[in-house]
């Protein structure tokens, strides 16, 4: 039954799962300006400072752009490439596990859970490239058990380049330090080398992170310090905001199994048993003490964290019998909520119809302030703008704003039109794209 829900979500929701989810249109944006206008900044949105490539993702940009390039700028296609850099990396946390002698079978039981579970999921079906640092940070991990300092180095530092969340391969590298230290303190002389090799990785890293961001380095850490400053814990964290900040706490049982199966590791004293044992533990809490330092709020770096926690369920799960126990579990409360995606976005016709619609319902010889996934109907338009922009100086004389006015996450359309002192507005006729209404306005200078 796992294999047939993995199926399904593999091959029949990604059309219908996060339709409205800006990131995919604002991402591609920065990927497509960096592409083929060697621009940093995206003409789409206002200078937000996480939405442009100034301080980080020009390599993934450029390798997602060249995909692109050749497959087409579709959704679709560029959740392809998202999944494919997931999947790459489950294949070397596979290799991980092997390394600290997991078995075929616990292995192959990570598989199918990583390939269930939304931290996963969720990285391979969005324009985000989480799963692109995500597969590097563990690549660099799975260097650095093998002693390859200087490239695990180089390769963790472009997994930040990627974004700072990348950093969290350092932890995973500090974990099995911990729980292996007879591997790497042998002698002097060994410590002495590999330390320097790890060093001039870093070297060859920020070297490669100069050459291409060299233009906005004053503004570096002004940037990356706003995760730092946000407003709630919540907002701080991203396993608080997994678990807590999604809709219908969706993930609640998630950490319920989680906490059972971390209260019988260490009723049982499981981490005493086998090393392998200990370094998941060791792996788990590292992690979780990185999320004090790399103070990110998305959900989305949940799967930084996510292998050690699966590591821990499953070894639960194994040495007590229980497997059965928790695929019918995971059954129970996954296979809903996957169909609840669906079922919510059943009659969605896909974004080549969407596309058509706001051609034909929009004139495309004025500029246009609308929606995000408009952007995908106008990649080609200059003067398509985001309506968040209508906040800025703007520098036609006529223009047009549409967009449905209660897009989840953003200001509603309506205030920022009421707020343009020196145009006038006139409603014009709304039309519906599916099952959303589009609001528009003919927008003139005084």
């Known amino acids: 039954m796992l294999a047939i829900l993995i199926l399904f979500i593999y091959l029949v929701l990604p059309q219908y799962y996060r339709i409205n989810n800006g990131d995919n249109p604002a991402v591609m944006a920065i990927i497509y300006e960096y592409f083929y206008n060697d621009s940093r900044y995206p003409f789409l949105l206002a200078d937000l400072g996480y939405y442009d490539a100034k301080y980080t993702g020009v390599i993934a940009s450029d390798i997602y752009g060249r995909i692109l390039h050749i497959i087409g700028w579709t959704k679709l296609n560029s959740y392809l490439i998202s999944t494919l850099f997931m999947l790459l990396a489950v294949t070397v946390w596979v290799l991980i596990l092997k390394k600290v002698s997991f078995d075929r079978y616990f292995i192959f039981i990570f598989i199918i859970y990583a390939l269930l579970f939304e931290p996963f999921y969720a990285i391979g079906h969005q324009t985000r490239s989480d799963s692109f640092a995500f597969l590097f940070a563990s690549l660099s991990f799975y260097l650095f058990m093998n002693k390859r300092f ?54 060859a890293g920020v070297f490669i992170y100069i050459a291409l961001h060299y233009e906005y380095l004053s503004g570096y850490f002004s940037n990356i310090s706003k995760g730092l400053t946000a407003d709630s814990i919540i907002s701080r964290n991203y396993i608080l905001a997994y678990f807590f900040d999604t809709r219908y706490y969706r993930h609640i049982p998630e950490l319920l199994i989680f906490l ?21 533990l060791i792996l788990f809490t590292t992690v979780l003490l990185s999320t004090l330092i790399l103070s990110r709020g998305s959900t989305h770096y949940m799967v930084f964290i996510f292998p050690s926690i699966l590591m821990i369920i499953i070894t639960v799960a194994m040495l007590n019998k229980k497997i059965w126990l928790i695929n019918l579990v995971l059954l129970i409360i996954l296979a809903p909520q996957y169909g609840m995606m669906y079922y919510e976005e059943h009659n969605y016709q896909g974004m080549n119809a969407y596309i058509e619609t706001v051609k034909d319902n929009l004139p495309q010889d004025l500029p ?79």
């Open 260 to 280: 059972a199966a971390l209260a019988i590791f260490f009723k049982q004293k499981i981490y005493k048993k086998e090393n392998k044992y200990k370094f998941a």
């Open 150 to 203: 200087f490239l695990s180095a180089l390769i963790l530092c472009i997994s930040m380049e990627t974004h700072p969340i990348g950093a969290s391969g350092a932890f995973y590298c500090l974990a099995y330090l911990i729980a292996y230290p007879h591997e790497y303190l042998k002698d002097r002389k060994y410590v002495i080398k590999s330390i320097l090799l790890l060093f001039l990785g870093i070297i």
């Open 368 to 446: 246009i302030y609308g929606n995000f996934n408009m952007w995908f109907a106008f990649m080609d338009k200059r003067d398509f703008r985001h309506y968040s922009r209508l906040s800025e100086h703007i520098p036609y004389p006529r223009f047009i704003v549409a967009g449905k006015d209660d897009t989840p996450g953003w200001t509603p359309i309506k205030p920022y039109v009421n707020n343009l002192a020196d145009y006038s507005c006139n409603a014009m006729p709304e039309f519906q794209i599916q099952k959303d209404i589009i609001n528009i306005w003919d927008c003139y200078k005084r």
